[in-house]
């Protein structure tokens, strides 16, 4: 299952801890870690003992990179027993849900490699803290999927059109980027993280979540905060407004010329233009969609609409040759069901947005 459950015992009360525990795999989510946690959850969700919930990472490397590509690769390939692809992110995107919605405050303390669908643990939790390590990002266009896990709802609360940006270029933001919007409450030095859970320990939990939840904030706010200026320096200070001037407009393929066309010799920006040139056409079409419908819905019905475009992506033949590319032959050389964002088709395009999901038809089965 490669997770690790803990009830903490406090004066008063019990914390539930999960320990994502795969540092070999840089903690990625496979589908066994996906249900135990989900397990996990919805059983604290109902024990008068549970007052709060704390998610940390194992490890040196990373909180979490995101979905267990390789394993997701094999259902695809029909060369796994995970199950099939689909059922996988129906999975996530529950857990992700419960998240969201957990009746009881839920602590996410992040390090190292926070991506895809470890940045969907992060955002859904009510408190986010960061290490000074943290290398954020959603590079799902590097492997023909698109920005999942709720993305739609946190990239679209970035400012200018960072969101599309990011989902665009699957650029890395570090840890004074992440504060910068908003994308996290705090940096934490590592030495703090153990000294919080302690500290949380001492006191006595109610069980009340609004009494409880007052308490954990002036807990939090009580953290001596780093000097801010020794961490990295800001990539987004140094180029947000370039971002805001080349990512505007209402015609995709001229923003994406744009970007490509930018003289800029930074290494954090040649990278991204690298994902955002070699990516996956569909995707540059999907990330520009999914934020523009997703502007008007509710939490819900963004998870309903990602997951009917996850699906989609699984029938079609982009996602795994991604993966096949990127992780398993590592040729670098995908090819692409289409060569270009000007050649995919509008209706290749809206078949990702269905079905429109409902209270009845819904597989995540949310309340």
């Not at 926070?114 to 290490?131: D, E, F």
């Not at 308490?215 to 200070?237: G, I, M, T």
């Not at 991204?272 to 502007?295: E, I």
């Not at 795994?320 to 050649?343: F, H, K, M, N, T």
């Amino acid at each position: 299952m490669s997770i690790e459950v803990e009830e903490l015992p406090c004066q008063e009360g019990s914390i539930g801890l999960i320990t994502l525990n795969a540092p070999k795999t840089l903690n990625s989510l496979n589908s066994s870690m996906i249900m135990e946690m989900q397990h996990t959850l919805d059983g604290w969700a109902e024990s008068p003992d549970i007052c709060m919930v704390v998610l940390k990472g194992a490890g040196e490397k990373a909180f979490c990179a995101g979905g267990d590509i390789r394993e997701l690769y094999g259902a695809l390939s029909g060369k796994g027993d995970a199950g099939d692809a689909a059922g996988y992110f129906v999975r996530e995107y529950r857990l992700d849900y419960t998240l969201h919605q957990f009746p009881k405050p839920v602590i996410t303390i992040a390090h190292g490699a926070v991506m895809g669908g470890g940045l969907g643990i992060l955002t859904a939790s009510r408190y986010r803290l960061v290490m000074p390590d943290i290398r954020m990002a959603m590079p799902e266009i590097t492997i023909g999927l698109f920005p999942d896990v709720g993305a739609s709802w946190f990239l679209n609360r970035l400012p200018g059109r960072l969101g599309l940006f990011m989902g665009l270029t699957g650029a890395r933001l570090n840890a004074s980027d992440v504060m910068r919007v908003g994308l996290a409450d705090m940096v934490l030095r590592r030495d703090q993280a153990e000294d919080l859970i302690t500290r949380l320990q001492q006191e006595r939990w109610t069980g009340e979540t609004a009494v409880d939840d007052n308490r954990l904030f002036r807990l939090v706010k009580q953290l001596e905060h780093p000097d801010y200026r020794l961490l990295p320096e800001s990539e987004l200070a140094r180029h947000e407004q370039t971002i805001a001037r080349l990512s505007a407009g209402d015609h995709l393929p001229d923003i994406v010329e744009q970007l490509l066309a930018a003289e800029d010799s930074t290494e954090w920006w040649n990278a991204a233009m690298d994902n955002l040139r070699g990516g996956c056409p569909v995707t540059v079409w999907l990330v520009w969609t999914q934020l523009q419908k997703a502007r008007q819905m509710s939490l819900k019905d963004i998870f309903r609409m990602e997951l009917a475009m996850a699906t989609r992506c699984t029938q079609r033949s982009d996602l795994q040759e991604g993966i096949r590319a990127r992780l398993i032959d590592r040729d670098g050389s995908p090819q692409w069901s289409y060569p270009s964002v000007a050649e995919v088709p509008q209706e290749v395009v809206e078949s990702h947005f269905l079905p429109v999901f409902d209270d009845i038809t819904d597989p995540m089965g949310l309340d």
